[in-house]
């Protein structure tokens, strides 16, 4: 009688946990399925206030976030993936793009860049999107710790000119930090090759805008 006693509780309690389980789990299906537009629509907001740190908003009036073309460029764009480009139109005309770039030798890897380019080929902005530099040296690309990414504003193929696409300790326009020049030398490389890459395929990354 006492087996049979312990064997119904211990029946029982199976039946409460697994009830419980069931029951936590559809409580968390409900809650993901409820929170989904808001996530989706937070990674919008952050995705358009970065595009906005490189593009400024006043300059377009397109729906940039879904004025897309996807093209792959290792050599310019350090990726064998393809790379989203978002263009950016004001009544329907070209004005600018931001393109997602990777320095692939920074000092601790690679160093993901999203690089606004306006029509004409200046640059409208760059940021640091992701990297693994060294706290208090390398991570002075980031525009929180340093205005060192801003230097490349308004810079063009031509300003400076070829030669000069380089750090100070190269020979360069752009400095160095101390004791840290893999980093900004790797960064001024991506940059450069992003607007050569820009430069020669403009037309077909305004293709159908």
């Known amino acids: 009688m006492k087996s049979y006693e312990m064997h119904k509780n211990v029946f029982i309690t199976g039946c409460?946990?697994?009830?419980?389980?069931?029951?936590?789990?559809g409580m968390m299906i409900m809650v993901?399925?409820?929170?989904?537009?808001?996530?989706?629509k937070n990674e919008r907001e952050t995705l358009l206030r970065t595009l906005n740190s490189v593009l400024p908003a006043k300059i377009y009036n397109n729906d940039?976030?879904?004025?897309?073309?996807?093209?792959?460029d290792e050599q310019y764009l350090g990726s064998?993936?393809?790379?989203?480009?978002?263009?950016?139109r004001k009544?329907?005309?070209?004005?600018a793009a931001a393109l997602k770039t990777i320095a692939p030798n920074g000092y601790s890897g690679e160093i993901v860049l999203l690089v606004g380019i306006q029509y004409t080929g200046e640059i409208s902005g760059v940021r640091v999107v992701k990297h693994r530099e060294t706290p208090g040296?390398?991570?002075?690309?980031e525009i929180q710790r340093s205005n060192w990414i801003t230097s490349f504003d308004e810079k063009s193929l031509n300003r400076p000119k070829e030669s000069q696409w380089k750090v100070k300790r190269d020979g360069g326009y752009f400095d160095q930090f101390t004791g840290a020049t893999?980093?900004?030398?790797?960064?001024?490389?991506?940059?450069?090759?992003?607007?050569?890459?820009?430069?020669?395929?403009r037309d077909k990354i305004f293709l159908n805008s």
Do not use: Q
């Open 182 to 201: 893999i980093t900004p030398r790797a960064i001024v490389d991506a940059v450069h090759k992003t607007l050569i890459f820009f430069e020669n395929n």
């Open 32 to 40: 993901n399925w409820h929170s989904k537009p808001y996530i989706v």
């Open 91 to 95: 009544d329907k005309k070209p004005v």
């Open 137 to 141: 040296l390398g991570d002075n690309i």
């Open 64 to 72: 940039i976030l879904n004025d897309i073309v996807m093209l792959t």
């Open 80 to 88: 064998d993936k393809p790379t989203i480009i978002y263009r950016a």
């Open 16 to 25: 409460l946990l697994a009830a419980t389980a069931l029951i936590g789990t």
